[in-house]
């Protein structure tokens, strides 16, 4: 649209050459819109989870789930899928379904939860109250690397175990200590016969003080 006084000011052919950018810009726009929709919704032939059917493209009409873990299995395939709102508010599973899928989303998110707004429609909380708890991901990897601490910590002891057994040993082949008292023997030896004989077991007097 151009006004009057536009009109007025400029000539013709300077009307005619911006009607095109106006037209030009507006199209490049609407290119982008449609380029962000189509992001946003990815697949408008993927299944509602309630009703099966394309969810389609309109985005008021569609809510997500996250991919999480569920026990129930009539729920499964909500994980990571879509449902129409409107399919899923007039459902007739539709509280038992928020009930537990509320219970397993409270395993990942704090304040991320379905409830029923205006009118029944089901709609998740405010995301800015959302916040990321823990997942099962997280955990796993947290007990992966424990695992892994103590099976390290643990080889280590058997080491030492070993490289200690091995000192003793030597002590009382050496004839200077007897199975008895090698470990007080071991413990008052000076650090230098001590480091002369048993520095090759790499472990140190104290070590044996009390081990018996
Ligand atoms: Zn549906």
Redesign the pocket.
Known sequence: MISANFAAAVDAPTRARWCRLVQERRATEQRRQAAFERMALCYPTLP??????P?GTDESNILGFNCIDIPERDFQHFADGL??I???SSWDRRDEFMEAWNRALGEYYAGKRLYRGAAGRVTYTDSATWVIQRSPAVQRRQAEQWAQLNAELRRRKEDLASRMQAARDKAVHLGIASEDDVDGVLHDLSAEEFRLHFGEFRVSRAFFKGAA
């Open positions: 509602c989870a309630v009703c099966g059917q969810i449902a129409h409107s399919c899923l």
